[in-house]
């Protein structure tokens, strides 16, 4: 029988860690809730949640070395997945509420409140995933579940054609943006797979499969 991947669903006080532990466990990973350095390194996939505020979300990412923990894996090529907050920290800032605060910086641009007409964005939405995406496979034509008003409305990397050239799916409320990012190591997705049905544990599915390719 072959072994589980392991996943390090990273514990720095995020509200929503127990269903996507449970998730995670569907799509068939043997999960770990831990800030612990050792057991975030050794794992074969790391998973940030993130509900809140920016700014708050990036105070509780810092109180336990989260920052370091994220880049030390993606220095080494280990897969990084964020769900929510746990994509926007990735951007170079956030505004919201007026507060602008730093982000993690992996990706340029910033995150900031979209201009629709109803906020929070609430519920299932389509996604228009991406030519080639490994995550959405087998699940392009599927909605997913969305509870967020802020975004990334722009990309600012140049998709050039190359293997790490970053896979970037998007969808719409009021305005287009950023649904979830492929991009080497790091993935991210702005709505929440666990709250997704069975796309959303699919979605998971095919994230967990890939670790053990790139172990």
Avoid at 6 to 15: H, K, M, N, R
Avoid at 83 to 112: A, K, Y
């Amino acid at each position: 029988m072959s072994r589980k991947p392991t996943v390090a669903l990273l514990d720095y006080g995020s509200g929503n860690v127990h269903s996507v532990a449970k998730a995670l466990a569907r799509a068939g990973a043997e999960v770990e809730l831990t800030a612990d350095a050792d057991l975030v390194l050794a794992a074969d996939g790391l998973l940030v949640p993130g509900v809140g505020a920016f700014d708050a979300v990036m105070r509780q990412l810092d109180a336990v070395g989260g920052g370091s923990l994220i880049t030390d894996r993606l220095r080494e090529g280990l897969p990084v997945l964020g769900i929510c907050v746990g994509l926007q920290v990735f951007f170079e800032r956030g505004i919201e509420r007026g507060v602008t605060s730093d982000g993690l910086g992996i990706w340029p641009g910033e995150i900031r409140q979209l201009t629709a007409p109803i906020l929070p964005h609430m519920g299932w939405s389509p996604v228009a995933a991406a030519p080639g995406s490994r995550l959405f496979a087998g699940i392009e034509e599927e909605r997913f579940y969305f509870v967020h008003s802020n975004a990334a409305t722009s990309w600012g990397i140049n998709p050039r054609h190359s293997d790490d050239a970053p896979a970037v799916s998007w969808a719409e409320h009021g305005e287009r943006f950023v649904a979830a990012v492929e991009h080497g190591p790091l993935s991210a997705t702005q709505f929440h797979p666990e709250k997704s049905g069975e796309a959303g544990i699919r979605f998971l599915r095919n994230w967990v499969a890939s670790l053990t390719e790139a172990a």
